[in-house]
Nanobody, 116 residues
Framework: QVQLVESGGGLVQPGGSLRLSCAAS????????MGWYRQAPGKQRELVAA???????NYADSVKGRFTISRDNAKNTVYLQMNSLKAEDTAVYYC??????????WGQGTQVTVSS
């Protein structure tokens, strides 16, 4: 059974930082691409950042230079370091894993709220 469990969300002031974690089980983690998506109220879910099994990364233009995705294959965990947070980063953040055959799994989501 595949499980993706996110943690690290919360309330932070503009300009602050948060680190999200996603612990995976039930998959051969090292060969799966991993990603973070977000969905704000009234908006579609969008890709924030992704990392391949070989640790190549890509980012949404809106977070480049502020967010960093990384993975620890020994811990079956992917991280999203978020710096210089803005109000528009407020959303539910979802962890995603994609198998080599492009099958997707999703976590339950964690709320990130950026507000003073």
């Amino acid at each position: 059974q595949v499980q993706l469990v996110e943690s690290g969300g919360g309330l932070v002031q503009p300009g602050g930082s948060l680190r999200l974690s996603c612990a995976a089980s039930g998959i051969i983690f090292r060969i799966y691409a991993m990603g973070w998506y977000r969905q704000a109220p009234g908006k579609q879910r969008e890709l924030v950042a992704a990392i391949t099994g070989g640790s190549s990364t890509n980012y949404a233009d809106s977070v480049k230079g502020r967010f960093t995705i990384s993975r620890d294959n020994a811990k079956n965990t992917v991280y999203l370091q978020m710096n210089s947070l803005k109000a528009e980063d407020t959303a539910v953040y979802y962890c995603n894993s994609k198998s080599p055959l492009d099958y997707n799994y999703w976590g339950q989501g964690t709320q990130v709220t950026v507000s003073s």
